[in-house]
Nanobody
Framework: QVQLVESGGGSVQAGGSLNISCAASGNTDSNYCMGWFRQVPGKERTGVAA????????GYANSVKGRFTISQDNAKHTLYLQMNSLKPEDTAMYYC??????????????????WGQGTQVTVSS
C-alpha cells in the first residue's frame, strides 16, 4: 500500500509558476511509476507527466512539454511538478498517482493503483 498526499496548489496569473508536491508513504521501498494527472469538472482525467523511481527519463503530455518539469527526491519519497508559463487552460485539479513497475502507457489513469486527494491549480487570465 502507498499513500499519496499532494500540496502546493493555488491561484496564479497567466505566465506565472507553481510547484506542487506529492509526499508518498507506506511501501516506498519498491520502484514505482509516479505520475501527475489533471481533471476539470465534466471531463476525463488526463496524464500530465510521469517518471519511474528507478531509472529512465520522464514522459510529458504534449500540452505541457517545455513548460512543466517532473522530478523526484527519492530520499524524501516526494514527487514534484514545476509548472512554468502557466495558461488558463492549465486550470484543473491535479492528482498524484503511483503504480508498481515501469511507466509504459503512463498517460492512462486506469493503469494506476494509488491516488492522492488532489490539489487545485487555478490560472487566471
Amino acid at each position: 500500500q502507498v499513500q499519496l498526499v499532494e500540496s502546493g496548489g493555488g491561484s496564479v496569473q497567466a505566465g506565472g509558476s507553481l510547484n506542487i508536491s506529492c509526499a508518498a508513504s507506506g511501501n516506498t521501498d519498491s520502484n514505482y511509476c509516479m505520475g501527475w494527472f489533471r481533471q476539470v469538472p465534466g471531463k476525463e482525467r488526463t496524464g500530465v507527466a510521469a517518471i519511474y523511481t528507478g531509472y529512465g527519463g520522464p514522459g510529458y503530455a504534449n500540452s505541457v512539454k517545455g513548460r512543466f518539469t517532473i522530478s523526484q527526491d527519492n530520499a524524501k519519497h516526494t514527487l514534484y511538478l514545476q509548472m512554468n508559463s502557466l495558461k488558463p487552460e492549465d486550470t484543473a485539479m491535479y492528482y498524484c498517482a503511483a503504480r508498481a513497475g515501469f511507466c509504459g502507457a503512463w498517460s492512462e489513469p486506469t493503469r494506476f493503483t494509488y491516488w492522492g486527494q488532489g490539489t487545485q491549480v487555478t490560472v487566471s487570465s
